[in-house]
């Protein structure tokens, strides 16, 4: 009991201790400082099982690295040479996999939009009306199909009983990940995605809608970060943080 009781105290001075550590380096360390602020709204537990749902280029996970040390971190991510390029930067690097498909509601192919802005590339038709929101051309370049993955189906592949980081970044194709993959998503702690509050994407849910949906299985919001605001000033998207408190809303 005693030896408990002490853990507990010396468990905040820890804390306070890695977070005086973490902000000295970002006095110094250029690359760790932007990582520190783009993902300071995450909660600060200990991440071993990740995946990175939509990496692109591999942004979100070199951040993510300078911050943490999974034992296992997957990437997937839809366009095929994308794959192949982080396929070949992460080579050699222990408990990194990448996982070239769309993660979405079914197992299968799908046809994928291949935008003229690449990283607005969507399982999702593009509203029009993202080019003057934004002010540069986001029109639909081509059309491939690509393999499609559900959530239990990738954990299951990855042998993942856990995930305790779900990073989404699918332009809109979170719905279909969040809706089939209802099943493991006890099994998540803690979700940071894109989120929309004006439809960006035909069929997209907007924040309100994956807030109810998620705060009904038992994750909270507690963070936004990354605000976007439309050249006319209109809030259009933002990353948001979601944490499991283990109790489902009735």
Known sequence: MQSRLAETHSKPKRDFVTRAGQQLRSLFDKQYRRAFRNLRHLPRLEYRFVIDGGANRGAFTDAFLQLHRPERLVLVEALPDLAERLRARYSGKPGLSVVSAALSDKNGEAQFQINRSEASSSLLPIDPRNTAWFGRDLTVAQTIRVPTMTLPALMEEQRLETVDLLKLDL???ERFVLSGGEAVLERVRVIYTEVFFEQLYDGAWLFSEMNEFLAAR?????????????????????????????????
């Open 171 to 173: 332009q809109g194709a």
């Open 218 to 250: 038992g994750l909270k919001l507690c963070g936004l970060s990354n605000i976007v605001h439309a050249r006319d000033g209109d809030l259009v998207q933002a990353n948001a943080t979601f944490r499991r408190t283990g109790t489902r809303r009735k």
